[in-house]
Each structure stands twice: as C-alpha cells, then as structure tokens.
Antibody
Framework: EVQLVESGGGLVQPGGSLILSCAAS????????IHWVRQASGKGLEWVGR??????????AYAASVKGRFTISRDDSKNTAYLQMNSLKTEDTAVYYC????????????WGRGTLVTVSS | QSALTQPASVSGSPGQSITISCTGT?????????VSWYQQHPGKAPKLMIY???NRPSGVSNRFSGSKSGNTASLTISGLQTEDEADYYC??????????FGGGTKLTVL
C-alpha cells in the first residue's frame, strides 16, 4: 500500500523555523519527484516546491512566495523528503501536503494527509 | 506566477453533465500538455482525477474527462452523482519550471 505521511507541523512564532518530514512507503521513492503543496484554511491549493530524483541531480524548484526561505531535501536511504521552513510569516499558516509526481507524467498521484503549520505570536 | 482562473462555483442535477474551465496563458496551460485535475472533499487530501490533459488514472470513473483548447483546459463530469460534490482544482506545469494551481471550483450537485 502506498503511503505518504507528513509530520513536524505545529505552532511557531513569526520569524521562526520548522522542518516538515514526509515518510514514504509502498513505491520506489528514490525515482520519484516529490512536491510540497499547501492549503490555508478555507483557501485553495498552492504549489510550494519540488525535488527531483538523483538521476536529475536532486534539482529543486520553489514558488516565488517561499523562494529563499524554504528548502526541500530528501534522504533516499530513509525514503523521506523534508521541507525546511525559515523566516516564517503568518501567511505561511496552512496544511502542508507532500505528494508524489507520477514518473513520466505531471500528475500528483499519491498524497499524504497533510500536517498543519500555524505561524502566530 | 498567477493562479490559473477557474469559476468559483458550478452546479448541476444528478444525471446531468457539467464542465469546469481552467484558463491560463501560453506559458502554462497553452504551452504544455501537463494539465491535471484534482478532486477534494472537505477535510480530505486531493485526489488525482485527470493527468496530462485527458488521461484518467486507474480507478477513476470514465464519467470524468479532460480536454484543452488553446490556453483553456476543461474538466467534464457526465452523469453527475451526489458523491461528485466537492472542490475541483486544475494544475499546470509552467515555462519557469514551476507548477501552478487554479483557484478551485466548488461543485454542488443539486
């Protein structure tokens, strides 16, 4: 069974940092691009960023709203991806999902249940 | 990168067909066959319904279909069922190497 499980969410003050993890199982993680998508309460989906696989040099890309503050990484030996979030702002408050981009397509075929990040003083 | 444009809401009766549009630019929707559609029920993670404009993942009903013309992609749901009531989002790859979502459409099955 394919699973993506996010963890690490919580309450953090503005300007603070947080690291989210995405533990994967049930599929060949090392060959799969992983994306992070967030959703503020009552709002739509927002693409945050992605990391490609080793064959593509673990290339990353980020939305303009988080570029320079967020960093995506992965540890294929642990089947885990990470989202390092620095200089957090109140507008970063959202449920954060990790999702797999199906190989050879642009669709996100597997999603985690999400983890809530609240940025507030 | 601006969000793709979707209608805020659409509605239909059981058995009818509805179409949700997703309008972008030649730098995203119009430039690539990398449009996907997602269904999201309240409190749940999104579910992939259509990928690469018109392809259905295994297990998704053939009542769902996708198409594209120019800078606008469309999701059509035929034979509406009550369980289709949900939010729907389109997504596209962009020329900057990023991805972008639409603002979402709330489907109400009357």
């Amino acid at each position: 069974e394919v699973q993506l499980v996010e963890s690490g969410g919580g309450l953090v003050q503005p300007g603070g940092s947080l690291i989210l993890s995405c533990a994967a199982s049930g599929f060949p993680f090392s060959g799969s691009p992983i994306h992070w998508v967030r959703q503020a309460s009552g709002k739509g989906l927002e693409w945050v960023g992605r990391i490609r696989d080793k064959a593509n040099s673990y290339a990353t890309a980020y939305a303009a709203s988080v570029k320079g503050r967020f960093t995506i990484s992965r540890d294929d030996s642990k089947n885990t991806a990470y989202l390092q979030m620095n200089s957090l702002k109140t507008e970063d408050t959202a449920v954060y999902y990790c999702t797999r981009q199906a190989v050879g397509t642009a669709g996100y075929d597997y999603w985690g249940r999400g983890t809530l990040v609240t940025v507030s003083s | 990168q601006s969000a793709l444009t979707q209608p805020a809401s659409v509605s239909g009766s059981p058995g009818q067909s509805i179409t949700i549009s997703c309008t972008g630019t030649s730098s995203d929707v119009g430039g690539y066959n990398y449009v996907s559609w997602y269904q999201q029920h309240p409190g749940k993670a999104p579910k992939l319904m259509i990928y690469d404009v018109s392809n259905r993942p295994s297990g998704v009903s053939n009542r769902f279909s996708g198409s594209k013309s120019g800078n606008t992609a469309s999701l059509t749901i035929s034979g509406l069922q009550t369980e289709d009531e949900a939010d729907y989002y389109c997504s596209s790859y962009t020329s900057s190497g990023n991805w972008v979502f639409g603002g979402g459409t709330k489907l109400t099955v009357l």
